[in-house]
């Protein structure tokens, strides 16, 4: 009866510990599938073959470059690491170009790649990001790719539900900053 018990609670730990377990090519499909679809339906005229392409580019240039460039902190520390020259490549501005001009390699047709930025405020630093949207369409109507955020394991939210950041076109922030008026 005792080894019955045992074997009862040991087959019930192993399912319960067994299914709590992540499954990574799982989760990792998953992910890249999602963000395909939202690609596909930032448009009737995006090519889904595309927006797979871009999807999955998206997430394995991501962790390429998080190996590439040793990042092993969160970004905030990695950044500190950078700037004081013991890592040479990981701020946001280089995620941001990196993204950028490996997803234009592409030449996708129905796409169209941008570069935003948020520009600092009181209680942040200037951030950077890659954006993809309908070809022709605006990048608020686009999808965010941003890498730096979590340290190379890629987050995506299409621009406007990404509160965290106030998401500009690139040149008219360096415009601004340049013009001084952005007191920070």
Known sequence: MTRLVFALWATLAALILGGCAPSQPFVGKTEVDALAEAISDLGPQVDPAEAQRAASIAYAYSKQLKQDWNVTD?????????????????????WAQAMTQRLQQENFRTLDLHWATSPPTAFRIIHHSALISAKGDSMYDGIILDPWRNSGALFWAPVREDTRYNWRPRLDVRAELMSGENPF
């Open 74 to 94: 969160p970004a905030i520390i990695h950044n500190a690491k950078v700037i004081n020259g013991f890592r040479e490549k990981g701020l946001c501005n280089d």
